[in-house]
Each structure stands twice: as structure tokens, then as C-alpha cells.
């Protein structure tokens, strides 16, 4: 089946430092990509998408490139802010039918000033 | 806007009660779905109802059951509560169900089985 594999975390960086969370998904087909970001005691929200290969997806600093040769979808940000702290979830959604997003297990990201 | 709402926050079960997750949408959404979060396995997809009058089971639906009861609304039943069923639940919606739609996210339910 369909799958999304994330980096463990937490991922502990300063201020100011860049970030990468790797991504990388398993579908029989060509998916849609999401990053979807959860802070402390709040739902889900989106954070950005591809939705076809060499797509480059970008909102708040961060972005995400889709890689088909290399089923990535890693997130990076060039400088991170205390208030990125978050947990941040990659997800894909087949390009067929209905939406059934199929999320990876998420990564902690913890920031210090 | 509201956006997505649920209730109750947090609730407390012991094991073979029975009780009802409430949530409702005020963006004139077709597409609604309940996910449950697990430490360690992310959230995964318990029902989801495309368009009002249709519910179809998604990844984990045992023990589950739902109602479309109206367009802004998408409840979550548990007949009898297993301990295996402590988890945090979430409510999103979205435009239509296309597949590079965004799904808004409700602030969750968490729930405990004792």
C-alpha cells in the first residue's frame, strides 16, 4: 500500500540554524504532497503542497521540492524561529478519486533561543 | 468563522461505555473525516463521508461508527469503549474531496479508556 516515511525526531536546533526534515513516500501511482504542521494543543494545518513531480511547494520560509526520481518531499527553512516549534507532518494523497491523505509518523521540531 | 469545532475537549471512559464525538463545520464544506492520532503512527483515517448522505470507512474503522447528520455536521460513535481506543481524535473538512485539496483540522478530542 501506499506510505510515508519520516525522519525520527525531535529535531533540536537554535535560532537562527536551517532545518531539514526528510520525507520520503512509497505509492503505486503519482501522488500528491502535503506538509502539514501541528502546534502545541491545536489541530492540523497546511503548511504546503506539490502536486506533481519538480513541483516546488513554499509558505512562511519553508519549502519542499517533489522529487519523483527519489520519492522525497524533504521540508527545509534557511532559519529557523523559536515559534517553528511544532511537529510537522508529511502526507500524500493519490492523484484518483477521493482524498484519503496517508500521513507519515511526524517529527518533532524544538527550537531555543 | 469557527472554522472546524469539536466537542467534547477531553472525556474520560471506562471500558463498555458508549459515547458520541461531536464536530461541525462552518465553510459550507461537502467533504468531512475523522482521523485518530496515535503516538508514533500519525493519524490515521477512521471514516469520512464525501458529500452529505454518504459515509465510507477508511483505514481503522472497527469499533467506529458515524452519521452525516447534516452538511455542517459529522459525528463520531463509539458503542463500547475498549482501552485500545484511547487516542487523540480529530475532525477535518474540506471543499470537495479533490485530491490536492486542503483539509481543515478541527482542535481535537482527546479521549481516555480506562
Known amino acids: 500500500g501506499n506510505s510515508v516515511t519520516q525522519m525520527e525526531g525531535p529535531v533540536t536546533l537554535s535560532e537562527e540554524a536551517f532545518l531539514t526534515i526528510n520525507c520520503t513516500y512509497t505509492?503505486?501511482?503519482?501522488?500528491?504532497l502535503f506538509w502539514y504542521v501541528q502546534y502545541p494543543g491545536e489541530g492540523l494545518q497546511l503548511l504546503l503542497k506539490?502536486?506533481?513531480?519538480?513541483d516546488k511547494g513554499s509558505n512562511k520560509g519553508f519549502e519542499a521540492t517533489y522529487r519523483k526520481e527519489t520519492t522525497s518531499f524533504h521540508l527545509e527553512k534557511g532559519s529557523v524561529q523559536v515559534s517553528d516549534s511544532a511537529v510537522y507532518f508529511c502526507?500524500?494523497?493519490?492523484?484518483?478519486?477521493?482524498?484519503?491523505?496517508?500521513f507519515g509518523t511526524g517529527t518533532r521540531l524544538l527550537v531555543s533561543p | 468563522n469557527a472554522g472546524v469545532t469539536q466537542t467534547p475537549k477531553f472525556q474520560v471512559l471506562k471500558t463498555g461505555q458508549s459515547m458520541t464525538l461531536q464536530c461541525a463545520q462552518d465553510?459550507?464544506?461537502?467533504?468531512m473525516y475523522w482521523y485518530r492520532q496515535d503516538p508514533g503512527m500519525g493519524l490515521r483515517l477512521i471514516y469520512y463521508?464525501?458529500?452529505?448522505?454518504?459515509?465510507d470507512k477508511g483505514e481503522v474503522p472497527n469499533g467506529y461508527n458515524v452519521s452525516r447528520l447534516n452538511k455542517r455536521e459529522f459525528s463520531l460513535r463509539l458503542e463500547s469503549a475498549a482501552p485500545s481506543q484511547t487516542s487523540v481524535y480529530f475532525c477535518?473538512?474540506?471543499?470537495?474531496?479533490?485530491?490536492?485539496?486542503?483539509?481543515?483540522f478541527g482542535p481535537g478530542t482527546r479521549l481516555l479508556v480506562l
Open positions: 477535518a473538512s474540506s471543499a470537495a474531496g479533490a485530491f490536492e485539496e486542503t483539509q481543515y
Open positions: 505509492a503505486t501511482g503519482y501522488p500528491s
Open positions: 506539490a502536486t506533481k513531480a519538480d
Open positions: 502526507a500524500l494523497s493519490m492523484n484518483t478519486g477521493f482524498q484519503k491523505l496517508v
Open positions: 465553510m459550507n464544506h461537502n467533504s
Open positions: 463521508s464525501a458529500s452529505e448522505g454518504t459515509t
